[in-house]
């Protein structure tokens, strides 16, 4: 685990190991997550390593509106 400091300004600088380890670069999107007392940072991922996420999926066995709200 590293400590960073928070700046007169409200940045911190991510250290390099971690930067590193993470793959991300300078202009990266992160997202910053409240949970509680903490703060989640997730970096946002590239569109096209999406693709086939959902490869199997299917609707059958789904239930209709009717069922869900009869």
Known sequence: M???TLSEKF??????KT??????KAGQKL???EKGNSLEVVK????KSA????KGVSAKGLRDES???G
């Open 31 to 33: 997202v910053l997550i």
């Open 11 to 16: 940045q911190i600088v991510i250290p390099k």
């Open 19 to 24: 930067r590193e380890g993470l793959g991300l």
């Open 44 to 47: 946002i991922g590239d569109i």
């Open 2 to 4: 590293q400590t960073v």
């Open 51 to 54: 693709i086939g996420i959902a």
């Open 67 to 69: 069922e869900r709200f």
